[in-house]
C-alpha cells in the first residue's frame, strides 16, 4: 500500500460533514471519533499480539468525543441531525478499509490520526479560546498515530 491510496478523509467525509452547522461541526467530529473507536477495538481482536495498546487507542478516541462533547455540548436538535448522518458516514468510512488487511487499515488509521489532529487544529481560528483545549485533542490523535507507526514497522 503507498501513500495514494489513503483518502482524504475530509474529503471523503464532506458529503455528512457539510450537512450540518458550524456550531454542531465538533459534534459531528466527535461521533466520528466514537466510530474510529470501534475501529480500534475491531483490530484489537483481529491482531490479538496488539490488543491492549488498539484498546488503549480505542479508549483515546472515546476520550477525544467525550472532550469535544463538555466543550460543544451539542443542542437537541443537532443531536438528533447527527444521529441521522452517523451511519452512513461510518458506513462510508468503513469502506475505506474493506479490501485491505488489518495491518494495511491500521496504515490507513495511522494518516487518519494525523488528518484528525490536523482537523482540530483547523478549528482553533473559529474557537480560539479554545485553542488550548483543541491543542490536546490533536496531541491525543497524534499519539494513537504514533502508536500505529511502532506496531507498523
Not at 448522518?85 to 490520526?113: C, D, G, H, S
Request: aromatic fraction near 10%; glycine fraction near 2%.
Amino acid at each position: 500500500m503507498d501513500s495514494s491510496e489513503i483518502p482524504n478523509f475530509g474529503e471523503l467525509l464532506a458529503p455528512y460533514l457539510s450537512q450540518v452547522p458550524a456550531e454542531a461541526y465538533p459534534y459531528m467530529l466527535s461521533q466520528l471519533e466514537r466510530t474510529a473507536a470501534a475501529r480500534y477495538r475491531y483490530w484489537a481482536e483481529e491482531v490479538s499480539e496488539h490488543k491492549a495498546g488498539l484498546l488503549a487507542c480505542a479508549d483515546s478516541e472515546d476520550e477525544i468525543a467525550n472532550r469535544v462533547e463538555a466543550l460543544f455540548p451539542p443542542s437537541e436538535e443537532h443531536r438528533e441531525l447527527v444521529a441521522n448522518l452517523i451511519p452512513a458516514a461510518k458506513e462510508t468510512y468503513y469502506r475505506v478499509f474493506t479490501e485491505y488487511t488489518a495491518m494495511e487499515q491500521m496504515k490507513i488509521q495511522e494518516n487518519a490520526e494525523r488528518q484528525g489532529a490536523n482537523a482540530w487544529q483547523a478549528l482553533k481560528e473559529a474557537y480560539p479560546d479554545k485553542s488550548s483545549q483543541l491543542d490536546e485533542l490533536s496531541e491525543i490523535e497524534l499519539s494513537s498515530a504514533q502508536y500505529l507507526t511502532t506496531i507498523l514497522l
